[in-house]
């Protein structure tokens, strides 16, 4: 249990190597498809939609975690972006996941 802004300081001290060595971070990166959009790897997710699912704008992929009550963590490396939130639900699984595309296209680079 957290708020958004203590998983968010949790996050970039993950990815950014204040927890672990960056190296080991990268080692963990060996996804493998769970169900689509996600890709999982050793603890952690990869989301990352098709162009035709975007309005064909480029959404980096994002590398994080999510729980079952919609709660997201996420990280974008092509952009620098991280996100935090939920939707306090579970009746509509993908909620967070538009949620959290809208949010990382408002701020994507060209990758």
């Not at 971070?25 to 997710?45: A, H, N, Q, V």
């Not at 704008?57 to 994002?62: I, S």
């Amino acid at each position: 249990m957290s708020t958004a802004r203590v998983a968010l300081v949790f996050l970039r001290g993950f990815f950014e190597g204040a927890l672990f060595d960056r190296k080991r971070i990268e080692s963990l990166r060996d996804f493998r498809p769970m169900f689509f959009p996600l890709e999982y790897g050793t603890g952690m997710m990869r989301f990352q939609l098709p162009a035709a699912m975007t309005g064909f704008r480029k959404l980096a992929p994002l590398i994080g975690h999510s729980g079952l009550s919609g709660a997201v963590i996420f990280h974008s490396p092509a952009d620098g972006l991280y996100l935090a939130g939920t939707v306090n639900q579970i009746d509509r699984r993908s909620a967070v996941f538009q949620m959290m595309a809208r949010a990382a296209l408002q701020v994507s680079v060209d990758v």
